[in-house]
């Protein structure tokens, strides 16, 4: 009877035991399921701190070259508009002083006539620089083609542009955003790159518009942090992020430089 | 003592079957699974105890236990689970488990009258399986069903080991027949309170704020 208990008695051992062990096993996979969860959301909290960080970077780039296009307005109207307005008032007034000879007054109402069209010339010159008539009336294709012609015109720099696909005017808000992009890209490759010949083509693909740019100028070392964000480029990215496109670029130093984006 | 557990574990099953069937009509179709599963444990445990009081063996019930609660929690976290292999998984366990217990049944129908070793680890691991898909399932996304699930999770790790002893406890005397449904009851009661828990941070809420 004796043995049976103590045999009895090292059954329930054993019971309790593996039982208590299975217990804490599932307790062992709850902690690790728990501590596992809270390690991905803060991992993934992270990630989304870097997107919103990475999004103020873009908004604050906006506003600086809002900003900065704002102050090139600002001088474009004073230096060619408001001087050459002024010089015209000055000149409208002495017409009304007296004893003026004829002779005088041809030269001053010249003097104004000349004045007036220089600054009407100047104001179509810094209205068509914010957005070219062409463009907004005839689409994409065109507002290349005389962006083109303007960087040609300079004798710097040798365009090559080639349109395979056609453009909907309908969508000429998004094309804005294209125009730009181009115009960003050229205007680094003539100031920072030194290029003499800048190729433009534009392809369609599975519905989705390519351009490919390339140029011969000095380029620059992708690797080099301080090259990647740029003003320019920022500004580039936020255009591409509105048009849902993606954007490459490839670049070595004296290799010039070649972007691929679509949209 | 056994007596003691065993009446909290009623007691809080009995609670969470009110405040669950309270919610019942505004929530999803997996809460509606779960109050259904507390509702057929409810009843099996009431009759396993008229069953004993009228001096009648109740082991059969157990059966009915585990493979209600088999089928019940499946469909719960069929419910749950929205990755397309984890339900796959899950119907092919539910088909294979149970037309497995079907054939063992009518080979065997003598294992009808005591605890049927195979179906207690098959029907409890298969769960367990489910409830750590649910678990992983959870890692990146916002929690359904937690403390439910970690319930289930202790109460089957912990309690499958002592229905699996369940044939040899029998066979010891009484002083230490007790001691695995002590255990086992207590268990029960720390999983009713996860149930409950989950109530209460999950669902008592949103039964107020639509009531308001």
Redesign the interface.
């Known amino acids: 009877m004796k043995a049976?208990?103590i045999y009895?008695?090292d059954?329930?051992e054993i019971?309790?035991y593996?039982?208590v062990a299975?217990?804490l096993?599932?307790?062992v996979?709850?902690l690790f399921?728990y501590f596992?969860?809270k390690k991905?959301?803060q991992k993934?909290l992270e990630k989304k701190d870097l997107e919103i960080q990475y999004q103020k970077e873009l908004l604050s780039a906006v506003i600086i070259t809002q900003e900065e296009e704002r102050k090139r307005i600002a001088q474009d109207l004073h230096d060619d508009i408001s001087s050459k307005l002024n010089i015209v008032s000055l000149n409208s007034h002495l017409l009304n002083s007296p004893n003026l000879s004829e002779n005088d007054i041809v030269e001053i109402t010249g003097n104004i006539i000349n004045l007036t069209t220089k600054a009407l010339d100047n104001s179509r010159k810094i209205a068509h620089g914010l957005l070219p008539p062409v463009l907004d009336k005839f689409g994409l294709h065109a507002g290349v083609e005389e962006l083109c012609i303007e960087y040609s015109s300079s004798k710097a720099v040798q365009v090559n542009y080639e349109n395979k696909t056609a453009f909907d005017i309908a969508e000429n808000d998004r094309h804005l955003h294209v125009f730009r992009i181009l115009q960003e890209l050229m205007n680094n490759s003539l100031r920072h790159g030194k290029a003499t010949v800048i190729t433009i083509l534009f392809e369609e693909t599975n519905n989705r518009k390519m351009c490919s740019y390339s140029d011969n100028g000095i380029g620059f070392d992708q690797t080099n942090n301080k090259n990647q964000k740029g003003l320019g480029m920022k500004n580039i990215e936020s255009r591409i992020a509105f048009l849902n496109g993606s954007f490459t670029i490839d670049s070595a130093l004296n290799k010039g430089i070649r972007a691929v984006f679509n949209f | 003592m056994l007596d003691l557990f065993i009446k909290i574990g009623y007691l809080v099953l009995g609670l969470n079957f009110v405040v669950f069937a309270m919610c019942f009509s505004n929530q999803g179709k997996a809460f509606r699974i779960f109050t259904v599963y507390i509702a057929v444990i409810g009843v099996i445990q009431i009759a396993s105890r008229v069953l004993s009081s009228l001096g009648m063996g109740n082991l059969f019930l157990s059966h009915f236990y585990f493979i209600a609660q088999f089928i019940i929690l499946s469909f719960f976290y069929l419910e749950l689970l929205k990755e397309k292999y984890q339900r796959k998984i899950i119907k092919l366990t539910l088909i294979l488990v149970l037309s497995f217990l079907g054939i063992q049944y009518t080979i065997y129908p003598k294992l009808f009258f005591e605890f049927n070793l195979f179906e207690i680890f098959i029907t409890s691991f298969s769960i367990i399986i489910f409830s750590a898909f649910h678990f992983y399932n959870m890692l990146n996304e916002k929690k359904e069903f937690y403390y439910i699930n970690m319930g289930i999770l202790l109460y089957l790790f912990g309690s499958t080991i002592l229905f699996l002893v369940g044939n040899l406890t029998v066979t010891l005397s009484r002083e230490f027949t007790k001691i695995p449904w002590i255990l086992n009851a207590l268990f029960y009661v720390f999983y009713q309170l996860f149930v409950l828990y989950e109530w209460k941070k999950s669902f008592s809420k949103k039964e107020l704020e639509t009531n308001l």
Do not use: D, N, P, T
Request: net charge neutral; charged share 15%.
């Open positions: 049976k208990a009895e008695s059954v329930i019971v309790i593996s039982c299975f217990v096993m599932g307790l996979l709850i399921f596992s969860r991905i959301i993934e």
